[in-house]
Every structure is written in structure tokens, then in C-alpha cells.
């Protein structure tokens, strides 16, 4: 599997609470209880794809950077929750990949368009494969 | 024992031999699935953003046929048996959420469309490894009349019949449920690490590579262990792991074929039901012929 730049550095610096809160809403989690210990990226099988690994993403957000929201890891998180089963301070880190998401796609950006989609691969996918896909992946 | 069953959309195209192998299974078991008088699309995934509460809508709406049947007296029990782990997933944690917090209630009820009766909370969602689970692997056992002897199945789990935690059918770190299964069917249950890991899920719409990279890490340790068969529980990882395996050959040269089937569909094999129950004609790759190699067809 390609290593992406999944080492990519974070900026440092407090940036922006209102991201940070609206983040912590839609997730419903308490983004502070993160001690930052990498459970979450370790047992991610979609890591080695990422840019920011998921324990990086969370640090952001404490952070307030709102650069997480153009980080390829948001659209490669496949939602599988190996992340919540690790957490030892009980955040469901596949929330924040869907408020993440949920952020951009409420202003309209589809990552993956239905039409973009050859027909006839269509046709051959399992409905929930097409279904899941968009509600995950299209505004 | 009659108790209501929501098939979803796969269960009627891409996974009919679950459906088929699922009902036959039950009736040997005591239990007639009784397919929903009406039903719509789950939506496949729940709505984990917090203020989504819109996207309830579509499987309460689902259980609400539940309830009526229930008065009806068509079915025995306010529960909803499903299938396919993504429908399980969705359908219970929606109505966890409604059931927990009064708003998001409220919220469904007042937009249901009018010919809806407001939902009362009343069911139980069950997905169909439990009702198994329920009726004793000891009975199980006692029902088999053809032994799954010298198959080494590996028992794989994907991820939304195990979690979120608290929310999936077994535990997550340490599942046994489909181990049970297969010693009940006198199969020889085989050990793989990534038996609860992501098959690629809905990436195999638009980055097929990458569904082929987690795929195939499972793949190959099934063949690492010497397994015969996959046994599965989702028409999705079914997909991934099965149709697509001549695919993931061509970029992994040398991944032996490994035939992946529904747990159904090997009980439906132990119970010795005829070839129309199993249903094995539609599995991609054909597991008949390992099945044969062990006298099992
Ligand atoms: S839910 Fe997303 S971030 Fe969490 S382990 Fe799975 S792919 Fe990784
Ligand atoms: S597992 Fe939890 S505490 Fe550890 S880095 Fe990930 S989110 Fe933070």
C-alpha cells in the first residue's frame, strides 16, 4: 500500500474556537479528553491512505484548525469504528470524521458524484454499496 | 414463532441466496420470517452528525409496520429480524437514539408522513445470528443432520455486527458468536487476525484499489490459515471479498481463490436442505466444489 504523506505535521497555535465547537457539536464529543495516546490510528486499517492520521485530525480540532477540513483522511475514513473500540477516553472518533464531512457537504461539496460513475458498474454494485456511498460522500 | 423480517434492498438483487437460505434455515428452527407488509431503504449508514435526526425517519418509519403487524396478530413478538449487518446497524441505532432522548422522538413523529401512526417504541431490532443465538447452540447442534466435518471456515465478522460497542451483537474485542455457529454446524472454525477489520466498505464505488488493498489483507491470511471458506454476514463485505476476488487476483498474482458464503447458507447446508435453499449456484467463487471435495454436496 502507498505511504501517503500520512506523516504530514500539524501548525501549532490555537486558531479558531467556533470550528472547534461546531466540530464538538455535530460529533457530540468531547474533543479536550483526547491525551493524544494514537489507539485510534493505530488500529485504523484506512491509515496507511491517510494524509493526517486520525489522531492527528483530533489534535487539529483541539486546536482549532480548520485545515482539517481539506485533509483527504475525512473522505477515506470508510466509518468502520475500530477508532471508538480503541479510544481509552471513550470519544467515537468516527463522529468527528462525520461532523468533518457533514461540514463540507452542507456547503455543497460532493467528493464523489453519482455521475462521475460508469453506468454499467452501476448496474453490478449491491444497492447499499451505491447508497452508503453517497450519503457518506455527496452532498 | 412469527416474527417480522426486513430484508433490504440487497437481500432482494446482489444477495438473494442469504434471503432464501435465511428463510429455510428459520423454518427448521421453529421460526417463520415474516417479510414487512410494506418497507422502504434504511438509508444503509445511520446519521452520526448530532442534529440528523432527519435521516431517522426512514427506518422508524420501518418499525412502525412492525408495531401494526404486532396488533395485527401476523407476527408473535415487537421484533424486527434483519440480515444484512448494515440494516441491522442503522435500524438499531436510530431507534436507540428516538428511544433515549424524547426530542428526537417528537422530531420523527412530527414528521412522518400522515397515514403513519406515531411510533411507540415498542421494538426490538434483532439481527437474524441472535435469534440463533436464542434458540441454543446445543439445539443447533441437535437440528444438524449433515456435519460440517473437516470445513475450516473462518468466521468473518466485518464491522457494524460488532460495533459501535455496546451497539453491535457480541463483544468486540473478543467475539464468539460466529464460532459458535460453526461448531454447533460440526465445522472446524479458523482463526484469522483481521476477521473483525474494514473489507473496504462503500470505497469499492470510487476507490476500488484501496477496497482491493483491505480486502485482499484478509483474503490472504484466510489462505495463510488454510481455510476452505469464508463465512459472512453482510451482502457488502460479500461483494468485496467474493464477486470482486478475481478482480483483487489480477493486482495480487498468486492469492489462491477462497469461496466466500452466508452463514445461512451453511446452515441451511448442515440442516440438509435441498440445492434451492442453500442457494450456492449464485456465490462468487463457487463454493460447490471444495463443498463436493468434502462430501458435503
Ligand atoms: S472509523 Fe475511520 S478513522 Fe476510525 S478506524 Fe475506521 S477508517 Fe479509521
Ligand atoms: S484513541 Fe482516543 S485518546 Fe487516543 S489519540 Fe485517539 S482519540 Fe485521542
Redesign the interface.
Known amino acids: ?1 502507498a505511504f501517503k504523506d500520512a506523516r504530514r505535521t500539524i501548525n501549532y497555535g490555537f486558531q479558531n474556537e467556533s470550528f472547534k465547537f461546531k466540530v464538538s ?4 464529543e468531547d474533543i479536550n479528553l483526547c491525551f493524544q495516546c494514537g489507539g485510534c490510528s493505530s488500529g485504523c ?2 491509515a496507511e ?1 491517510m494524509d493526517f492520521l486520525p489522531s492527528k485530525i483530533v489534535r487539529m480540532i483541539q486546536l482549532g484548525r480548520e485545515e482539517a477540513l481539506d485533509s483527504e483522511t475525512i473522505w ?1 475514513c ?5 477508532c ?2 480503541r479510544c481509552p477516553r471513550g470519544i ?1 472518533v ?2 468527528i470524521m ?2 468533518l464531512r ?1 461540514l463540507k457537504l452542507r456547503k455543497k461539496y460532493s467528493h ?1 458524484s453519482l455521475d ?2 460508469e453506468k454499467s458498474k452501476i448496474r ?10 453517497q ?3 455527496s452532498a | 414463532m412469527r416474527l417480522a423480517y426486513y430484508p433490504g434492498c440487497t437481500l432482494k438483487t446482489n444477495a438473494k441466496s442469504f434471503e432464501i437460505s435465511a428463510i429455510a434455515s428459520a423454518k427448521v428452527l421453529g421460526v417463520e420470517l415474516v417479510e414487512l407488509t410494506r418497507w422502504n431503504c434504511c438509508g444503509t449508514v445511520h446519521a452520526l452528525a448530532k442534529d440528523d435526526v432527519m435521516h431517522y425517519i426512514a427506518p422508524i418509519r420501518n418499525l412502525i409496520r412492525v408495531e401494526e403487524m404486532r396488533d395485527e396478530g401476523i407476527v408473535d413478538e415487537n421484533i424486527l429480524v434483519t440480515l444484512c449487518e448494515m440494516c441491522f446497524n442503522t435500524l438499531k441505532r436510530a431507534n436507540t437514539e428516538v428511544l433515549k432522548d424524547g426530542e428526537k422522538m417528537r422530531k420523527v413523529r412530527e414528521n412522518m408522513e400522515e397515514r403513519d401512526p406515531a411510533y411507540r417504541g415498542e421494538v426490538e431490532i434483532k439481527h437474524f445470528l441472535e435469534v440463533v443465538k436464542d434458540i441454543g447452540w446445543n439445539n443447533i447442534s441437535n437440528l444438524v443432520i449433515k456435519k460440517l466435518k473437516g470445513l475450516r471456515i473462518i468466521p468473518y465478522y466485518g464491522c457494524l455486527l460488532l460495533r459501535p460497542r455496546g451497539l453491535g451483537i457480541d463483544d468486540p474485542d473478543n467475539p464468539t458468536i460466529l464460532e459458535s455457529l460453526i461448531k454447533s454446524l460440526g465445522g472446524e472454525s479458523v482463526e484469522i487476525p483481521f476477521k473483525s477489520k474494514c473489507c473496504g466498505s462503500y470505497h469499492t464505488v470510487h476507490m476500488e484499489q484501496v477496497a482491493s488493498e483491505l480486502s485482499h489483507r484478509i483474503l490472504s491470511q484466510a489462505a495463510e490459515a488454510e481455510a476452505d471458506l469464508i463465512m459472512l454476514t453482510c451482502p457488502l463485505c460479500s461483494y468485496n471479498l467474493g464477486d470482486r476476488q478475481e478482480e483483487i487476483k489480477k493486482s495480487f498474482k498468486g492469492l489462491r481463490t477462497i469461496p466466500v458464503v452466508y452463514f445461512t447458507q451453511l446452515m441451511a447446508l448442515a440442516f440438509n436442505l435441498p440445492a434451492e435453499s442453500t442457494g450456492f449456484s449464485e456465490n462468487k467463487p463457487d463454493p460447490t466444489v471444495i463443498l463436493k471435495n468434502k462430501d458435503l454436496l
Not at chain 1, 470508510?78 to 475500530?82: D, I, L, R, W
Not at chain 1, 453490478?124 to 452508503?132: H, K
Open positions: 500500500m457539536e455535530l460529533s457530540g486499517p484506512l491512505e477515506v470508510s466509518t468502520c469504528f475500530n471508538e473500540v467515537d468516527a463522529n462525520e461532523a457533514q464523489v462521475s460513475l453490478t454494485l449491491p444497492q447499499i454499496a451505491i447508497i452508503s456511498n450519503r457518506k460522500l
